[in-house]
Every structure is written in C-alpha cells, then in structure tokens.
C-alpha cells in the first residue's frame, strides 16, 4: 500500500476528532493502570530485559538450537531470510480455502494476507479490532487495540451489514454477531496462522497470550497450524519465555498475565486433539542486519505497545505517526530495516521528539529515542531538516554568530521593523513568531565575567555552562542564575570558548557536529578541578551533557575525560536543593510548575524545582495535570513539524490555563519558550507570565516582587 506524503499524513492525525478523543479515553483509563501494574512487580523490566538482551547476543545459536527442537518436536520450519521467501513458504503449505488469522504484526509486515488474497484463499481476521479493521478496509491504529480508531457507530455499521440487519447498539449484541461470524469461520478453516510473542529454544516451544481466546482456537481447531515468528523472537528457556509473556502482560494491559496464555511445541498425537501439521516460518528481513550495525535493541520489543499509550505524538496523530507494517517510534525503527530507511525517511523518523517518554513505561526499557537520533544520523542533511532548521542549528554551533543575530534583532525591533516584517510573513510563520522571544539589550547578551565572585560568606565553587541560546537570546536567564548561585555563597567559574553543548544537533541526526561540541565543552571545563559541580540551567543541555560518556563512549582520546565530565554535571535546582540556597523572600503570587521532559524524565529531577519554589515565602504552587509528558518544543521540532508541535502546545496550555495560575514556571529554554507559544494560541485577553524558575528565585532572593 502506497502512503500519501507525511504531511498529509499528519494532517490527516490531527484532524480526526473521533479517533483523537477514543485514544484520549483509552489513555486515561490504561495509563494509571499500567503504572500500578508495573509497580506491583519492580524487578520485571531488569528480567524481561536481559532475557532478550541475551537472546540478541546468542541470537544465531538459538534460531540454530529452536530449529533443531521444533523439528525433532515434529514440527516443519523454515528461515526466511526476506519477506519473499516466507510468503512464498506459506503460499507452498495454503492450497485454498478459508484461513482464520490471529493478531501477528510479523504476518503484517511480510505481506502474506494480500498475497494469500491474490490466490483466492478466503482470509478470515480473528481479532475482534482487526476484523473491524478487515471489514471496514483499515489497518490497526494500535499493537494491542487495532480499532482504537474507529468509532462504535461505525462498528455498529460493520456488523448490521454482516448480519443482514440493523443491529441496537447495544455492543453485547454486536459482540455475538461477531462471535457467531468468528464461530463459522473456525469451524470451516482448513488453515490457522498466528504470530508468536515468544519461542523457546531449548524445548522449541511457541508461546502465545491473548484474551480473546482466537488464538487458542485458531492453533486448535483448524488442521494446519502456521506461525509467522520473528528471529528475535527467541529465548533460551520456556522460564524465559514465561517472563517474557507476563511482562508483555503487566506492561501492555496491566494484568498478572494475559487471559489466555497457550504453549505449543508440536502437532496433536492424535485426530481431533488439534493440529496435524505444525509449521513454524522464522522470519530474519532484516533482523540480523539491524544487530550487526547495533541497532538489534529495535528488536528486542516484545510488542506490549507501551509506548504507544504514552507517546505525545502518537496521542495527538495516531497511527499516521508509523508506516502501514509498523507503528510508532519502535514500529519506525523496525520499518528502516524490514522495509528501509528510504521508506522511514520519508515517513516519520524525524517524528520522534526524544522526549524519553517511551522508555520507562517499556517492559525492555528500549532507547528508541536514541536510536532515533543514531539513524537521522544516516540521511543526507537536506533529508534530515528543513532550512530554517538548518540555519538555527548553524547558529547554536556558532555562538558569536548567535549573539551578532541577536543584536540585529534587537536593533529590528528598536525600529519596530520586526512586527512589519512579522505581518508579511506566510501565515504558518506568523503563527510561530511567539517562539522568538523579545530580544535582550546587547550589554545582557554580553559575557559574564571569568570568575563571579559569591555574595557573603564563600561556601562553594563551580563552573556555570551557559550554552547558545541561553547565553544570548535568553541571556536574563543566565545573569538570573548566576546571581542566585552567587548569593547563596558559590564562586562561579564561567570558561570561555565553550559554545554549544550540541543536544540540538545530536537530536536532528547531525552527530558528528554533536561531538565535536561535545569536545569543545569538554576542552572549556577540562581544567576546572577546584569546582564541585558542573551547573546548568537548561533540562536540554544538562540532559545531553550527563550523557556525554555514551556520545564519546568510542572515542579514545575523550572517553574517559566526558565520564569524569557528566559525573559533574548538575541542574541548577539539584544543586541549589543539596548545597542551599539563599534565603528568599515574599512573591505573592499562584503559580503552576511544569516539568521538561529533559529533566522529568531524562534527569530524574521533579521534585528538586518544587522544593525550591516551597520555600519561596507567598508562593502558592498548585499542580496542573498535564495530558502529554512533552509540550512539543523538543529543541528545535518545532521548526520541523510546527503542526504537531502545535497541538502539543495547545494540549499544554489548556492544561496550565485549567490550574488558573498567575505564573507559570519551567526550568528549559525551549519549553518556556512553548508555553507562551501555546497560550498565545488559545486567544486570551490576559495570560499567565511564564518564567524560567531561575528568575522566579532571582526575583526572590534579591528582587522580590
């Protein structure tokens, strides 16, 4: 199936209402659920987690050891190294007839129902959400709820149809029409093709949960048994196995273990007692190639659909966000190596936000947005972004560039002439101007001195990042920070020639000019050994530098020099919450905190900014709840995908604007940034003031409101 541009894709997301509020419904009620479940059992993800990882480094013996059993178990097997050669293995056992099919996304991926179709054989979904979608001509909005996108009318209208009659709307009536239809097609099926969540190899045992109970009857009823199985698939032990399948269970719907859990290691000994011919069809497509270029972790997904239940951009465009055979970040990753990167480039890689939304909640604790940022770093720069984007991320590597364009745009805007050029502009632009702040005066966007020293007594030295953006389009913050470190007793140490910390650039794809900031940084702070912490006021840039051992983790000269400096590194509410801070006085006022997904997530760090805004005497915090992790910034995807980007905006302020605040306070240059860009979108006559919580404590601890 050919797919229309992404952009029309993604406008296509955005502008379905039904399907969005069904997801909203569906996330509101799973994700406490799952997170419950999850807590229930601590040491579930460290398991599940080495398993596959095992499984992944054996991975040839165990498609060698699973091959060898299922055969001995009576079993016929066939690896396929492409999609082609197990179509055309399954096209050799099918002769015609009906086939009843479970839920497989390996099925989905090597294209064998059209093939099947194309040689007449009747092709009958037997999950309930994919036999909605086959009925209705769709494809599965989800892993686990393929028909989360189609509304019950619509459902209804399928099924009347089925039945010869206009069916009440009542779904335990619409359910037994399905069952009845499901019913005759098992009973009539010569052939029943499943997927499998796991194999072990040492019994060649194929292990399946559900909780419909159409796998267990696909895989008992009908004579000829097929599973479609993925290499890496494999385990080594049926305790492996079982693991495997209760974290697919905990993570993916909150239960102990899926209603149905089946096992099977061979065809019956007997008529009646189920399958005489069992074949199992190993499907490579790719997989050993993924794990030779060290992106094997892509598939040691256990297809829980996790992520997808907490993925922003899968929240607000669904399965527009993935290609036909795979969904979401994961299913993208997967697509660039069973379908191509071509493919994936085109349709959605530069999706992913690396927000790290996605990587708690997963049973296997999957890095897809890191991998997301290793494989950009394949496509040509004019595939990766946009100009605009091209021209910003030239100026954060050059900071005096950044700082000149900045005095420019103060002097436009002395003149007035940025809000004439502003009106001429396409309108999209118009609408993103509120993400270009107000520039600051050149003497703020001038550099600190080299050494600040504390106000009052000298508790603490420490070197002060100030990054690109921070430094000049956002230079208040900086001189902010510094003067709240410096009255709470800190030295600070300000290096010259550190630039950028490159998180920008390692997010697009641009890796190597990632490291090669990453060194200068690294050069800047080198010498800085009478310095206790390395402090930074921006999740993104704190985020990226604390994981500078993994960016330079192959480079020999600067391994072990970016451990030692991400160990340093600390946000400055981290800091500030350990070392002390400067006694505050009043801002009355009621103010709402959000957390960067940078620091939130990627840092750990959530409840260092509210301790610190406690302590601010007057300051009423009250806590919004917010829908979505990330509010759609992410560096510099808002220049990417505006659209989406948009929405997560919008998603935000509506959020904020519901806990009534008069302030707003974040701690990331990107994200405070987005908030005035969403609020400014909803219309308002007054708003909220949003501010980095650094001018929140400046304002505190020496300029109180």
Same mark, same amino acid.
């Given at each position: 199936?050919?797919?229309?541009?992404?952009?029309?894709?993604?406008?296509?997301?955005?502008?379905?209402?039904?399907?969005?509020?069904?997801?909203?419904?569906?996330?509101?009620?799973?994700?406490?659920?799952?997170?419950?479940?999850?807590?229930?059992?601590?040491?579930?993800?460290?398991?599940?987690?080495?398993?596959?990882?095992?499984?992944?480094?054996?991975?040839?013996?165990?498609?060698?050891?699973? #091959?060898?059993?299922?055969?001995?178990?009576?079993?016929?097997?066939?690896?396929?190294?492409?999609?082609?050669?197990?179509?055309?293995?399954?096209?050799?056992?099918?002769? @015609?007839?009906?086939?009843?099919?479970?839920?497989?996304?390996?099925?989905?991926?090597?294209?064998?129902?059209?093939?099947?179709?194309?040689?007449? =054989?009747?092709?009958?979904?037997?999950?309930?959400?994919?036999?909605?979608?086959?009925?209705?001509?769709?494809? @599965?909005?989800?892993?686990?709820?393929?028909?989360?996108?189609? #509304?019950?009318?619509?459902?209804?209208?399928?099924?009347?149809?089925?039945?010869?009659?206009?069916?009440?709307?009542?779904?335990?009536?619409?359910?037994?029409?399905?069952?009845?239809?499901?019913?005759?097609?098992?009973?009539?099926?010569?052939?029943?093709?499943?997927?499998?969540?796991?194999?072990?190899?040492?019994?060649?045992t194929l292990g399946v949960v559900e909780n419909e109970g159409n796998i267990r009857m696909l895989s008992s009823l009908p004579p000829v048994h097929i599973a479609v199985v993925p290499i890496t698939k494999i385990v080594r032990s049926v305790e492996d196995a079982l693991t495997v399948i209760q974290g697919a269970s905990v993570f993916g719907v909150g239960q102990r273990l899926g209603t149905y859990a089946s096992f099977i290691s061979g065809p019956a000994p007997a008529e009646g007692f189920g399958p005489r011919e069992v074949h199992v069809v190993l499907v490579d497509n790719g997989r050993r190639r993924a794990v030779a270029q060290g992106f094997g972790e892509a598939f040691s997904c256990i297809s829980c659909g996790a992520c997808l239940d907490h993925c922003p951009v899968y929240a607000v465009i669904g399965d527009k966000y993935g290609v036909t055979t795979h969904i979401g970040g994961i299913g993208l990753l997967q697509a660039s190596f069973t379908s191509g990167l071509d493919l994936t480039a085109r349709q959605g890689l530069s999706l992913c936000l690396n927000c790290r939304a996605c990587v708690d909640p997963c049973p296997v604790r999957i890095d897809t947005p890191?991998?997301?940022?290793?494989?950009?770093?394949?496509?040509?720069?004019?595939?990766?972004?946009?100009?605009?984007?091209?021209?910003?991320?030239?100026?954060?590597?050059?900071?005096?560039?950044?700082?000149?364009?900045?005095?420019?745009?103060?002097?436009?805007?002395?003149?007035?002439?940025?809000?004439?050029?502003?009106?001429?502009?396409?309108?999209?632009?118009?609408?993103?101007?509120?993400?270009?702040?107000?520039?600051?005066?050149?003497?703020?966007?001038?550099?600190?001195?080299?050494?600040?020293?504390?106000?009052?007594?000298?508790?603490?030295?420490?070197?002060?990042?100030?990054?690109?953006?921070?430094? #000049?389009?956002?230079?208040?913050?900086?001189?902010?920070?510094?003067?709240?470190?410096?009255?709470?007793?800190?030295?600070?140490?300000?290096?010259?020639?550190?630039?950028?910390?490159?998180?920008?650039?390692?997010?697009?794809?641009?890796? @190597?000019?990632?490291?090669?900031?990453?060194?200068? =940084?690294?050069?800047?702070?080198?010498?800085?050994?009478?310095?206790?912490?390395?402090? #930074?006021?921006?999740?993104?840039?704190?985020?990226?530098?604390?994981?500078?051992?993994?960016?330079?983790?192959?480079?020999?000269?600067?391994?072990?020099? +970016?451990? +030692?400096?991400?160990?340093?590194?600390?946000?400055?509410?981290?800091?500030? *919450?350990?070392?002390?801070?400067?006694?505050?006085?009043?801002?009355? $006022?009621?103010?709402?905190?959000?957390?960067?997904?940078?620091?939130?997530?990627?840092?750990?760090?959530?409840?260092?900014?509210?301790?610190?805004?406690?302590?601010?005497?007057?300051?009423?915090?009250?806590?919004?709840?917010?829908?979505?992790?990330?509010?759609?910034? $992410?560096?510099?995807?808002?220049? =990417?995908?505006?659209?989406?980007?948009?929405?997560?905006?919008?998603?935000?302020?509506?959020?904020?604007?519901? $806990?009534?605040?008069?302030?707003? *306070?974040?701690?990331?240059?990107?994200?405070?940034?987005?908030?005035?860009?969403?609020? +400014?979108?909803?219309?308002?006559?007054?708003?909220?003031?949003?501010?980095?919580?650094?001018?929140?404590?400046?304002?505190?601890?020496?300029? $109180?409101?």
């Amino acid at each position: 199936m050919k797919l229309p541009p992404l952009s029309q894709r993604i406008a296509s997301g955005l502008a379905d209402a039904s399907a969005d509020q069904a997801r909203r419904v569906v996330f509101d009620g799973l994700r406490p659920r799952l997170a419950a479940a999850r807590h229930r059992y601590p040491d579930l993800q460290d398991r599940v987690r080495a398993i596959k990882a095992d499984a992944l480094d054996h991975l040839d013996e165990l498609v060698r050891l699973a #091959t060898d059993r299922l055969e001995r178990n009576g079993c016929t097997v066939a690896v396929a190294r492409t999609a082609e050669e197990a179509r055309r293995h399954i096209l050799g056992i099918v002769g @015609g007839g009906t086939l009843v099919k479970s839920k497989s996304n390996a099925a989905k991926e090597i294209g064998i129902v059209e093939a099947l179709e194309s040689r007449g =054989v009747q092709v009958v979904e037997t999950d309930l959400g994919d036999r909605i979608n086959q009925l209705n001509g769709t494809y @599965g909005g989800h892993i686990i709820a393929p028909a989360i996108q189609i #509304t019950a009318a619509r459902v209804r209208e399928l099924f009347s149809e089925l039945a010869g009659e206009v069916l009440p709307e009542d779904p335990e009536e619409i359910v037994k029409v399905a069952r009845e239809d499901l019913r005759a097609a098992f009973a009539g099926a010569g052939y029943g093709l499943s997927g499998g969540n796991v194999l072990a190899a040492e019994t060649g045992t194929l292990g399946v949960v559900e909780n419909e109970g159409n796998i267990r009857m696909l895989s008992s009823l009908p004579p000829v048994h097929i599973a479609v199985v993925p290499i890496t698939k494999i385990v080594r032990s049926v305790e492996d196995a079982l693991t495997v399948i209760q974290g697919a269970s905990v993570f993916g719907v909150g239960q102990r273990l899926g209603t149905y859990a089946s096992f099977i290691s061979g065809p019956a000994p007997a008529e009646g007692f189920g399958p005489r011919e069992v074949h199992v069809v190993l499907v490579d497509n790719g997989r050993r190639r993924a794990v030779a270029q060290g992106f094997g972790e892509a598939f040691s997904c256990i297809s829980c659909g996790a992520c997808l239940d907490h993925c922003p951009v899968y929240a607000v465009i669904g399965d527009k966000y993935g290609v036909t055979t795979h969904i979401g970040g994961i299913g993208l990753l997967q697509a660039s190596f069973t379908s191509g990167l071509d493919l994936t480039a085109r349709q959605g890689l530069s999706l992913c936000l690396n927000c790290r939304a996605c990587v708690d909640p997963c049973p296997v604790r999957i890095d897809t947005p890191g991998m997301h940022a290793r494989l950009r770093e394949r496509l040509p720069a004019g595939q990766r972004l946009p100009g605009l984007a091209r021209v910003v991320l030239a100026l954060a590597r050059r900071v005096p560039l950044m700082r000149a364009a900045g005095w420019a745009l103060y002097g436009a805007e002395r003149l007035g002439l940025r809000r004439m050029v502003q009106h001429r502009l396409p309108r999209r632009l118009q609408e993103m101007a509120p993400l270009l702040p107000p520039m600051p005066a050149p003497r703020e966007m001038a550099r600190p001195p080299a050494v600040i020293e504390p106000i009052g007594p000298h508790k603490h030295t420490v070197a002060f990042f100030s990054g690109c953006v921070m430094s #000049t389009w956002l230079a208040p913050v900086n001189w902010a920070t510094l003067r709240v470190l410096a009255r709470s007793g800190c030295r600070i140490r300000v290096p010259r020639r550190q630039g950028c910390c490159g998180a920008l650039h390692h997010h697009m794809g641009a890796g @190597g000019a990632a490291r090669t900031l990453a060194r200068r =940084v690294i050069n800047a702070f080198g010498r800085l050994d009478d310095c206790e912490a390395i402090v #930074t006021n921006s999740a993104g840039c704190g985020a990226a530098m604390k994981e500078y051992a993994e960016l330079l983790h192959d480079d020999p000269r600067y391994a072990d020099r +970016a451990a +030692a400096l991400s160990a340093r590194v600390r946000d400055a509410s981290e800091f500030l *919450v350990v070392h002390g801070l400067a006694q505050a006085g009043p801002v009355r $006022a009621r103010a709402v905190y959000f957390d960067p997904c940078h620091l939130g997530i990627a840092q750990g760090i959530t409840k260092e900014p509210r301790w610190l805004l406690s302590h601010v005497p007057g300051l009423k915090v009250v806590e919004a709840q917010r829908r979505e992790a990330c509010c759609g910034s $992410a560096g510099i995807f808002n220049l =990417v995908h505006p659209e989406v980007s948009g929405r997560l905006a919008d998603l935000l302020a509506e959020d904020l604007m519901a $806990a009534d605040p008069e302030l707003i *306070v974040t701690s990331n240059p990107g994200c405070l940034l987005q908030a005035r860009w969403g609020l +400014a979108r909803t219309g308002a006559d007054r708003l909220p003031d949003v501010v980095h919580l650094m001018e929140l404590l400046d304002w505190a601890t020496g300029e $109180a409101r």
